[in-house]
Every structure is written in structure tokens, then in C-alpha cells.
């Protein structure tokens, strides 16, 4: 199986670089304002839309023009690229599944250091190399690019974009899934607590950081400053460039941190089991899940490293209660926000909430694999003699019930 994964990097362009990179930013948005005003009249008029098709052959009876000379001189596969996204996007507003809005308009920003353009080139033909630390960029030329880690396989897309005042382009790759292991030695339940801690069933615990919480406050800080300045006035522009700078950064540290933790969970288990987040953010974290969601990254990031490597990841049931039982008896206890640990009402087991609730989840995640025929419990003769035992599974089928087929 293969994975299209995509990969940031740092770029360096030169003055005139960055100039053409700004310009291509803003004809991408060009674009994609104009092919929107477009799908907007025509529904206006017949109540359809222009697919791609249409939208690439208007682009091109379009270029002959004077006044569309600014299309000419953009990349011509790029502009394509936009067409999809606008595509996508007006498909996804009228799919149920979605729940996606109608697409907008995009607005600039006068003030250049605040925009985030991006525009996505495609590697047609080895157009898009990287030699002697450059990337060529279709009409852009070798920009310096930061390698950070070597390319995995050939590029198939580069999304180049100005973010938080630095420019980086994000590299699409295929990357082959290693084989699935066919006999897996670890289940693991994980249970994100509304403090946003990441708890495991095998003791494993990683803190929401420190620092993530210092720069929010210090963000928290800025907006308010921001507040108190006069709307565009040189000291509201610079508390604004702050805020801007300060939020590449935590979600630089927020993304280093997941990667991190994502990266031990998975290699020191087998089986992941985690709970759907959709249902926990609503039940517990009261909207604060979508402004700092680290947690929503970690089981993300744990989907797809465990796929590469072969494990398996599983979510369970939307509904599935799991704090508040007994991880020794399974007796439930309703218990508040404020328990951290209690006493099992039935067998007396004094015990953490949260690993309790990990405890469950693995428990429920190990019934579910089980009853859909993805794993079998078996156990290896060497195992029978040793006084720990191990839960070891073999693998029967791939696990497709993780892509939520029951979300209706
Ligand atoms: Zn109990």
C-alpha cells in the first residue's frame, strides 16, 4: 500500500525570488477569485456549476487577452491546480458527509509581511528537482531550499506558501507502507484527558508541555495589547507581527511535540487503540479541543505512522463510555471532572482515572478487533513459561474499520 505524505521545508529565495513567489501567491488567489465570481454567475443563471474542464478551457480562452496577460505569466499547470482545489471545494459544500461551507473570495492584506499566499506546482516531466540545496520551481527558478531530511521518494506536488513571515514549500511524496505484521505483540489503549494528557494503558504518560502553555498566555497577552492600539497604526501593525511570528512558532512547537510523542507510542506498540476525538471534544472539551488541538494531532499523526510501520490503529465506537470503570472488575462509577482517582465501589481496586479509562479503552478496542475478525488472540509456546504475560495477537484481515465506515 502507498501513503501520499506531504513534507515542509524552509525556503531561502533571493529578493528577486521572493518577488516572483509573491506575485505567483497573489495570481494564484487571482485566480481562484475569478473562477469563483464565475461559478457564482452561472449558478445564478442555470443553477449549475463549472467543473474542471470548463474551468481549465476558461482559463486558457482567456490568456490571449491584455488584460489577463497576469495568467500568462503564471504557471500554467499551477493554474490548473487551482481549478481543482475550487472544484473540491464546491463539491465538498454540497456533500452531506463534509459539512463544508460554500467556498469565499480570498482577500489580500496591503501590508505584505501579514498574507499567506501559497500556490501548488506539479512535477511534470522532473520539472520540479532538487540540486545543490535549490528547488526549481516551474517560472521561478533554483530557489535555496533548507533540507532538513532527504526526500523519501520522487516529489509529485510542491505547495509553495508564506506562513507566520517565512516561506516554505510542502512536498508531496508517495511513500510505501511497510507489510503488515502479521503477529502483534502490544495493545495500548490511549485516553486524552480534558487536561489534555495523554495517558496509556502500559503507564506511558505525555504532558500537554509547559511551553505550549507559556507562549498561549504570552499570545493571550499580545491580542490584548493588540486591542488597546488603534487599528492600523504603525504599534497595532507591530503587535500584530508579533502575533503573527508568536503563532508560526507554537504551532512549529505543537507539531514538533506530536510528531515526538506520536513517534514512541508507535514504536513501542503494535495495536493503538484511541477514541474517536469527534465525540470526546463534544462531550468534554467545550470547544478549547479546536483552538489547541495537540491531542486531535498526536491520534492523527499515530494513524499514519502506525500505518507505514505496518501496526494497526484503531478508534472505537463514537459512543463508547470508558471513564469511570473499574479496570479491575469493570464495575462503572460516575465520577466528576474533579476525580482523579477513586475507589471501585465493587472490588475496593483504589485507582487513576485516567489510566483506568485507558485501561477501557484498550479493553473495548481489543472486543471490537476481535469481534470484527481483524486479529486473533493467540499464544506463542515460548510465552506459556514466562510469569508476565503478554497479550499476543495474529493478524487476519486489515483493519478498514478505522475509516469510521459506520459515520453516518
Ligand atoms: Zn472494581
Redesign the pocket.
Known amino acids: 500500500m502507498k501513503k501520499t505524505l506531504r513534507y515542509n521545508y524552509r525556503l531561502n529565495p533571493t529578493p528577486e525570488q521572493e518577488a516572483k513567489l509573491i506575485e505567483f501567491g497573489a495570481t494564484a488567489r487571482g485566480i481562484w477569485n475569478l473562477l469563483l465570481s464565475e461559478n457564482m454567475r452561472r449558478y445564478e443563471y442555470d443553477k449549475t456549476f463549472l467543473f474542471y474542464k470548463e474551468m481549465a478551457s476558461l482559463l486558457k480562452e482567456l490568456k490571449p487577452f491584455e488584460e489577463f496577460a497576469w495568467i500568462k505569466s503564471f504557471d500554467s499547470a499551477a493554474a490548473q491546480q487551482v481549478a481543482r482545489d475550487l472544484e473540491t471545494a464546491v463539491k465538498n459544500a454540497f456533500s452531506k458527509v463534509r459539512l463544508q461551507r460554500f467556498p469565499k473570495h480570498k482577500v489580500s492584506y496591503k501590508k505584505k509581511k501579514l498574507h499567506n499566499d501559497s500556490f501548488r506546482a506539479v512535477n511534470n516531466s522532473n520539472c520540479i528537482r532538487i540540486e545543490n540545496g535549490a528547488i526549481s520551481i516551474p517560472k521561478v527558478g533554483k530557489v535555496p531550499i533548507v533540507l532538513h531530511r532527504e526526500l523519501v521518494s520522487k516529489i509529485k506536488t510542491i505547495t509553495v506558501q508564506y506562513r507566520h513571515g517565512k516561506w516554505e514549500c510542502s512536498i508531496t511524496q508517495e511513500v510505501e507502507c511497510k507489510t503488515a505484521k502479521q503477529v502483534l505483540e502490544t495493545i495500548t489503549g490511549f485516553d486524552i484527558n480534558s487536561k489534555q494528557t495523554v495517558v496509556g494503558s502500559n503507564g506511558f504518560v505525555a504532558d500537554n508541555p509547559k511551553f505550549l502553555k507559556q507562549a498561549i498566555e504570552k499570545l493571550n497577552q499580545l491580542q490584548r495589547q493588540l486591542a488597546r492600539r488603534t487599528k492600523g497604526s504603525n504599534r497595532w501593525l507591530k503587535t500584530k507581527q508579533r502575533i503573527n511570528k508568536l503563532h508560526g512558532k507554537i504551532s512549529r512547537q505543537r507539531l514538533d511535540f506530536a510528531h515526538k510523542t506520536s513517534r514512541q507510542i508507535t514504536n513501542e506498540n503494535d495495536i493503538l487503540v484511541f477514541e474517536d476525538l469527534n465525540v470526546k471534544a463534544m462531550q468534554k472539551f467545550n470547544g478549547s479541543m479546536v483552538a489547541d488541538n495537540v491531542m486531535g494531532l498526536i491520534t492523527q499523526l499515530s494513524k499514519y505512522k502506525a500505518e507505514l510501520e505496518g501496526k494497526l490503529y484503531h478508534e472505537i465506537g463514537r459512543f463508547e463510555k470508558s471513564t469511570g470503570i473499574?479496570?479491575?472488575?469493570?464495575?462503572r462509577h460516575v465520577l466528576t471532572l474533579n476525580d482523579r482517582r477513586f475507589t471501585?465501589?465493587?472490588?475496593?481496586?483504589y485507582?487513576s482515572r485516567d489510566l483506568a479509562a485507558a485501561k477501557s479503552i484498550a479493553s473495548t478496542g481489543e472486543l471490537d478487533i476481535i469481534a470484527a475478525g481483524i486479529v486473533a488472540r493467540v499464544t506463542p509456546a515460548s510465552q506459556q513459561k514466562q510469569s508476565v504475560k503478554t497479550k499476543v495477537f495474529e493478524l487476519s484481515k486489515l483493519d478498514f474499520g478505522s475509516e469510521k465506515k459506520e459515520a453516518a
Open positions: 473499574c479496570s479491575e472488575c469493570g464495575q471501585c465501589t465493587a472490588c475496593g481496586a485507582q
